[in-house]
């Protein structure tokens, strides 16, 4: 069993990998489980508790580590952008006023003719 502890934004999270669960499963099942510190809420667990059985060959604490990053950024919450201003201070310049975008133009449609006979298509 390998356990790590790290610092996520002053929360500790807890990864603990197991390999083979089950023990003698011929599927090799292992186990990733993540705890905070309190049960303090993350982006990727609202109870601070989350579980993960997968298959295959086991990960090492460094995947686990980078796959933790990972499910944080894919859940959009991550907001290093605004963390990287507070550790900043203030915004020291005006901002930049955004660019005028051209007007949008639509997709050209199908014609009508090209339609009608791809919907008399069977395809089955």
């Known amino acids: 069993m390998l356990r790590e502890t790290i610092n996520y934004k002053g929360v500790a999270v807890t990864l603990t990998l197991k390999e083979n669960y089950f ?59 605004e963390d990287l201003l507070d550790a900043c201070g203030e915004l020291t310049q005006e901002p930049i006023a955004p660019k005028q975008d051209t007007p949008y133009t639509p997709p050209q449609t199908m014609p009508r003719k090209a339609l009608e006979d791809f919907k008399q298509t069977k395809l089955f």
């Open 23 to 81: 023990g003698g499963d011929k599927y090799q099942t292992h186990h990733l489980e993540i705890r905070t510190e309190n049960d303090q809420p993350i982006p990727i667990t609202e109870t601070g508790y989350k579980s993960i059985f997968y298959h295959g060959k086991p990960a090492t604490m460094k995947e686990a580590i980078d796959w933790f990053y990972e499910m944080i950024a894919l859940e959009g919450i991550d907001n290093t952008a």
